[in-house]
């Protein structure tokens, strides 16, 4: 009897401290939440009258209220609808003076229409679909560039074990792929901007793989002219088995710092908050409050190390709505803001697998990486308005702050690749982007354009790596001389696939715009070549040979601009260029 209860207690002891140790695992992994974050802007928004385009018509006389026309005695005490009560004195006074100052703007609480719109905000709705679907048309030609078979075909396991097999002198050939990109849409009343940097390498070193990412994410939202800085995520993977360091920011605050050195997956999760002081008149009403933000953001993570492999899910994303509270001075008014805003509710997703394999001859990398954005913004209708109760009716009258149902949506693939590549490499080759001409100030026909250019990002892959530059445009003319050059590593006895793409960016007015240049005749806008080191020949959408100065201009333009066109040429090493006489 004692041997069956001993044996019964250690069963018991033995299953209590399984669970315990499968609880302490889901802990790991599970939904990590503790506080809400709350932001108070220290300014208060003060909207200035120029910003409202009231609807003012012609002043009409002002007419007197009496007592007799609500029936009402001096003495009286008067319960309004809103449970307010006020003397029938101080009731006539203020119902007189709103009569005043409506009959200034054409209106009287004697008019039929119980809801009045008194004004706009200003918004440049048709610039904000122009911004959408300039947006969507690069997405789309960025999307279809990606999934082109380049000109030298795709690369196969056998050609690489080939091309290892050659022979001849090697250096280690590291991945290297960077991407910048960003997207704004609105202006400074209602708007949303997305940066985000996306760099990684990874190289062999004593048969193991370092890897070093940095990934980047910045999203501010405009309200009424704040910037109000809703997230910034800064992820970092660096050494062997690889760790990796996250830190969160939402609304200014730091929400989350961690430090992962084994597999996890964890999800992020903070509830926002952002709440201003507000101040503005409209007609013949001041109003105060504030204006709120509500909504949640966190980061989800997925990573999985090891000394040869790296699996990462990295999927940061934001919701937020905006609205807002009133009050007016008046006893017999009451105000508020209605609707609902949807100012951003955005999710970008990076999954990125890398592994170094051996294949007896020599190792390679297999590296995939598909990056997506996914946004809604700037979708709904908010209004402020004051609402009168003079016993004979109600008034409400309205002023719109924004309105527009449809918003703006977007789908973007920002990096889609999948490619095999040696770890080690012997010969290299350089491109060199002598001249861009993308969107400029004036049409083919010299008529002046309302564009101001800003700036040109290049973007080169080449040899599965991928290279970023971003050159300002000091002259504003959408023309780029400034030598560009990067580096092209190659093996031997592998062609090399070359695409090169630039994209513009520029402001109409207020607006700021990102376009793909067209340098392509065709739906593509990228131009996309192979370099065959053996004949030393171009081909693919330019034909020539290494050193040949290639000239390519494309068949599309957006505002009746000259065609964009770029010129550059393939060198087998970078030349010195001695300096002009006068610097000798």
Same mark, same amino acid.
């Given at each position: 009897?004692?041997?069956?209860?001993?044996?019964?207690?250690?069963?018991?002891?033995?299953?209590?401290?399984?669970?315990?140790?499968?609880?302490?695992?889901?802990?790991?992994?599970?939904?990590?939440?503790?506080?809400?974050?709350?932001?108070?802007?220290?300014?208060?928004?003060?909207?200035?009258?120029?910003?409202?385009?009231?609807?003012?018509?012609?002043?009409?006389?002002?007419?007197?209220?009496?007592?007799?026309?609500?029936?009402?005695?001096?003495?009286?005490?008067?319960?309004?609808?809103?449970?307010?009560?006020?003397?029938?004195?101080?009731?006539?006074?203020?119902?007189?003076?709103?009569?005043?100052?409506?009959?200034?703007?054409?209106?009287?609480?004697?008019?039929?229409?119980?809801?009045?719109?008194?004004?706009?905000?200003?918004?440049?709705?048709?610039?904000?679909?122009?911004?959408?679907?300039?947006?969507?048309?690069?997405?789309?030609?960025?999307?279809?560039?990606?999934?082109?078979?380049?000109?030298?075909?795709?690369?196969?396991?056998?050609?690489?074990?080939?091309?290892?097999?050659?022979?001849?002198?090697?250096?280690?050939?590291?991945?290297?792929?960077?991407?910048?990109?960003?997207?704004?849409f609105g202006d400074n009343n209602f708007g949303v901007e997305i940066n985000s940097r996306i760099n990684f390498s990874a190289e062999e070193i004593n048969s193991a793989?370092?890897?070093?990412?940095?990934?980047?994410?910045?999203?501010?939202?405009?309200?009424?002219?704040?910037?109000?800085?809703?997230?910034?995520?800064?992820?970092?993977?660096?050494?062997?088995?690889?760790?990796?360091?996250? =830190?969160?920011?939402?609304?200014?605050?730091?929400?989350?710092?961690?430090? &992962? @050195?084994? +597999?996890?997956?964890? /999800? #992020? *999760?903070?509830?926002?908050?952002?709440?201003?002081?507000?101040?503005?008149?409209?007609?013949?009403?001041?109003?105060?409050?504030?204006?709120?933000?509500?909504?949640?953001?966190?980061?989800?993570?997925?990573?999985?190390?090891?000394?040869?492999?790296?699996?990462?899910?990295?999927?940061?994303?934001?919701?937020?709505?905006?609205?807002?509270?009133?009050?007016?001075?008046?006893?017999?008014?009451?105000?508020?803001?209605?609707?609902?805003?949807? =100012?951003?509710?955005?999710?970008?997703?990076?999954?990125?697998?890398?592994? &170094? @394999?051996? +294949?007896?001859?020599? /190792? #390679? *990398?297999?590296?995939?990486?598909?990056?997506?954005?996914?946004?809604?913004?700037?979708?709904?209708?908010?209004?402020?308005?004051?609402?009168?109760?003079?016993?004979?009716?109600?008034?409400?009258?309205?002023?719109?702050?924004?309105?527009?149902?449809?918003?703006?949506?977007?789908?973007?693939?920002?990096?889609?690749?999948?490619?095999?590549?040696?770890?080690?490499?012997?010969?290299?080759?350089?491109?060199?982007?002598?001249?861009?001409?993308? =969107?400029?100030?004036?049409?083919?026909?010299?008529?002046?354009?309302?564009?101001?250019?800003?700036?040109?990002?290049?973007?080169?892959?080449?040899?599965?790596?991928?290279?970023?530059?971003?050159?300002?445009?000091?002259?504003?003319d959408g023309i780029i001389e400034t030598p560009i050059k990067h580096k092209i590593p190659m093996l031997n006895s592998l062609s090399i696939p070359i695409k090169i793409?630039?994209?513009?960016?520029?402001?109409?007015?207020?607006?700021?715009?990102?376009?793909?240049?067209?340098?392509?005749?065709?739906?593509?806008?990228?131009?996309?070549?192979?370099?065959?080191?053996?004949?030393?020949?171009?081909?693919?959408?330019?034909?020539?040979?290494?050193?040949?100065e290639l000239i390519l201009t494309g068949d599309k333009n957006y505002f009746g601009e000259r065609n964009h066109s770029i010129r550059f040429k393939l060198i087998p090493?970078?030349?010195?260029?001695?300096?002009?006489?006068?610097?000798?």
């Amino acid at each position: 009897m004692k041997t069956n209860l001993l044996k019964f207690s250690v069963i018991i002891f033995s299953l209590l401290l399984c669970i315990q140790n499968t609880y302490s695992q889901n802990t790991a992994n599970q939904l990590q939440v503790n506080k809400k974050i709350f932001y108070k802007n220290p300014q208060q928004i003060k909207i200035p009258s120029g910003l409202i385009q009231f609807n003012k018509l012609k002043p009409v006389q002002f007419k007197t209220f009496t007592y007799g026309d609500f029936k009402l005695n001096k003495s009286e005490t008067i319960k309004l609808k809103n449970g307010k009560s006020v003397s029938a004195e101080k009731f006539l006074s203020e119902v007189n003076e709103i009569e005043r100052k409506l009959n200034e703007f054409g209106y009287s609480l004697r008019d039929r229409n119980d809801e009045i719109i008194l004004g706009r905000l200003k918004y440049p709705y048709g610039h904000l679909q122009k911004q959408e679907r300039s947006f969507n048309e690069s997405a789309k030609y960025s999307a279809r560039d990606n999934l082109r078979i380049t000109p030298c075909g795709f690369v196969t396991e056998s050609e690489i074990q080939s091309a290892l097999k050659s022979g001849t002198p090697k250096e280690s050939w590291p991945i290297n792929k960077n991407k910048n990109w960003s997207v704004e849409f609105g202006d400074n009343n209602f708007g949303v901007e997305i940066n985000s940097r996306i760099n990684f390498s990874a190289e062999e070193i004593n048969s193991a793989m370092i890897v070093n990412s940095n990934s980047d994410v910045d999203v501010k939202v405009k309200i009424l002219g704040e910037r109000v800085p809703a997230l910034k995520l800064i992820d970092r993977v660096f050494n062997t088995p690889s760790q990796n360091n996250v =830190i969160l920011f939402l609304m200014n605050n730091k929400a989350v710092e961690d430090n &992962l @050195k084994s +597999s996890s997956q964890k /999800k #992020y *999760f903070r509830e926002l908050n952002w709440e201003s002081d507000l101040e503005f008149s409209f007609g013949p009403f001041s109003v105060g409050g504030k204006l709120i933000t509500n909504g949640e953001a966190g980061l989800l993570k997925h990573f999985n190390p090891s000394n040869l492999k790296l699996n990462e899910e990295l999927i940061p994303f934001i919701d937020l709505n905006l609205s807002g509270e009133l009050n007016t001075d008046f006893i017999i008014a009451e105000a508020g803001i209605e609707g609902n805003l949807k =100012i951003i509710n955005d999710t970008l997703k990076i999954v990125r697998n890398v592994e &170094l @394999k051996n +294949s007896g001859s020599g /190792k #390679y *990398f297999d590296y995939e990486i598909d990056a997506v954005n996914k946004l809604n913004a700037l979708k709904g209708k908010v209004y402020a308005y004051v609402k009168i109760d003079y016993l004979l009716g109600s008034k409400k009258f309205i002023l719109v702050l924004y309105d527009n149902p449809d918003g703006v949506s977007s789908e973007q693939k920002i990096m889609k690749e999948k490619f095999l590549q040696p770890s080690e490499r012997d010969r290299e080759l350089w491109l060199e982007i002598n001249r861009i001409t993308g =969107i400029t100030k004036y049409s083919a026909r010299n008529e002046q354009l309302d564009v101001v250019p800003k700036a040109f990002i290049v973007e080169v892959e080449a040899a599965g790596q991928s290279f970023c530059d971003t050159i300002a445009d000091w002259n504003n003319d959408g023309i780029i001389e400034t030598p560009i050059k990067h580096k092209i590593p190659m093996l031997n006895s592998l062609s090399i696939p070359i695409k090169i793409s630039v994209i513009e960016k520029y402001k109409i007015g207020d607006f700021s715009f990102d376009t793909y240049l067209d340098f392509v005749k065709g739906e593509l806008s990228s131009i996309q070549i192979c370099y065959d080191p053996v004949s030393r020949k171009i081909s693919g959408d330019a034909e020539g040979k290494e050193e040949q100065e290639l000239i390519l201009t494309g068949d599309k333009n957006y505002f009746g601009e000259r065609n964009h066109s770029i010129r550059f040429k393939l060198i087998p090493h970078l030349k010195f260029k001695e300096a002009p006489t006068k610097a000798r």
